[in-house]
């Protein structure tokens, strides 16, 4: 089966990383490039017989950037991850030619915090967007800004841009970091934040005087996580259009 080409084209695998045996990292360079904002997702695909098996991942990379990033977590019994998982450098899959999306960093409301929130791989489209900030930024047009990006996962292995985050935030004044892990028992040498994300989320609204009048928040990753999150935030003082969702899977209901 030929790819169809007119709504999907090549891409070359030109680097992964592997952060765990269930998480990695790829970059691809497709042969026309993609157009996207920060915060969007792309969907990939591989050829299974006559039929693409694709789906929808959001893009960690910055639109400013030549090649395309995406973080994954290996689903054993999933459709796609186990066949992306199999892939190396030097392989090919499929991308669509239009990338979607809304979850993209309020430019509307006037606010001047955001306050970004994620499990695990939901970090991507914060990385995409903390990336084309800091590109942006070194013409000193952020003096107002201010982004805090909240991460947990369960261990500290899981992230996978702690050390690029961090650095980050340690050179520009108008980002903040905070990694939490919930198994602190599994990771004896985390010194950091402790606490599942809703434990911790609305301590640092509060100490970091994230005011609900002047404060967007974008929520990504574990549909639970996301709808309890949410919960805090409108108690918080937070109005719904101003948290703004991302949810990577819808639970089955009923067991189903």
Same mark, same amino acid.
């Given at each position: 089966?030929?790819?169809?080409?007119?709504?999907?084209?090549?891409?070359?695998? #030109?680097?992964?990383?592997?952060?765990?045996?269930?998480?990695?990292?790829?970059?691809?360079?497709?042969?026309?490039?993609?157009? *996207?904002?920060?915060?969007?997702?792309?969907?990939?695909?591989?050829?299974?017989?006559?039929?693409?098996?694709?789906?929808?991942?959001?893009?960690?990379?910055?639109?400013?950037?030549?090649?395309?990033? *995406?973080?994954?977590?290996?689903?054993?019994?999933?459709?796609?991850?186990?066949?992306?998982?199999?892939?190396?450098?030097?392989?090919?899959?499929?991308?669509?030619?239009?990338?979607?999306?809304?979850?993209?960093?309020?430019?509307?409301?006037?606010? #001047?915090?955001?306050?970004?929130?994620?499990?695990? #791989?939901?970090?991507?489209?914060?990385?995409?967007?903390?990336? #084309?900030?800091?590109?942006?930024?070194?013409?000193?047009? *952020?003096?107002?800004?201010?982004?805090?990006?909240?991460?947990?996962?369960?261990?500290?292995?899981?992230?996978?841009?702690?050390?690029?985050?961090?650095?980050?935030?340690?050179?520009?004044?108008?980002?903040?970091?905070?990694?939490?892990?919930?198994?602190?028992?599994?990771?004896?040498?985390?010194?950091?934040?402790?606490?599942?994300?809703?434990?911790?989320?609305?301590?640092?609204?509060?100490?970091?005087?994230?005011?609900?009048?002047?404060?967007?928040?974008?929520?990504?990753?574990?549909?639970?996580?996301?709808?309890?999150?949410?919960?805090?935030?409108?108690?918080?003082? *937070?109005?719904?259009?101003?948290?703004?969702?991302?949810?990577?899977?819808?639970?089955?209901?009923?067991?189903?």
């Amino acid at each position: 089966m030929a790819v169809p080409a007119e709504k999907h084209q090549q891409a070359k695998i #030109t680097e992964r990383k592997d952060y765990a045996r269930d998480l990695w990292s790829i970059r691809i360079l497709p042969g026309e490039r993609l157009a *996207f904002k920060p915060g969007q997702y792309a969907t990939l695909g591989v050829l299974e017989g006559e039929q693409v098996v694709e789906r929808a991942y959001s893009i960690c990379s910055s639109p400013l950037e030549d090649e395309i990033e *995406f973080f994954f977590e290996l689903v054993p019994q999933g459709e796609l991850t186990p066949r992306l998982y199999q892939l190396q450098v030097g392989d090919t899959l499929m991308i669509r030619r239009q990338a979607k999306g809304l979850f993209l960093l309020d430019g509307k409301s006037g606010h #001047t915090q955001h306050f970004l929130v994620s499990t695990v #791989t939901g970090v991507a489209p914060f990385v995409s967007m903390v990336r #084309t900030l800091v590109r942006e930024s070194r013409n000193g047009h *952020f003096s107002n800004l201010r982004v805090v990006v909240l991460q947990a996962a369960s261990r500290s292995w899981e992230f996978a841009y702690r050390e690029e985050l961090e650095a980050l935030s340690r050179q520009h004044p108008w980002l903040t970091y905070i990694p939490t892990v919930s198994r602190p028992w599994e990771d004896v040498g985390w010194k950091g934040e402790v606490g599942r994300i809703e434990d911790v989320l609305r301590k640092y609204v509060d100490t970091l005087g994230l005011d609900p009048a002047n404060t967007t928040a974008y929520l990504c990753g574990h549909p639970q996580m996301i709808e309890n999150s949410k919960g805090i935030l409108q108690r918080r003082g *937070f109005a719904k259009e101003f948290i703004r969702e991302e949810v990577y899977w819808v639970p089955k209901k009923d067991g189903k």
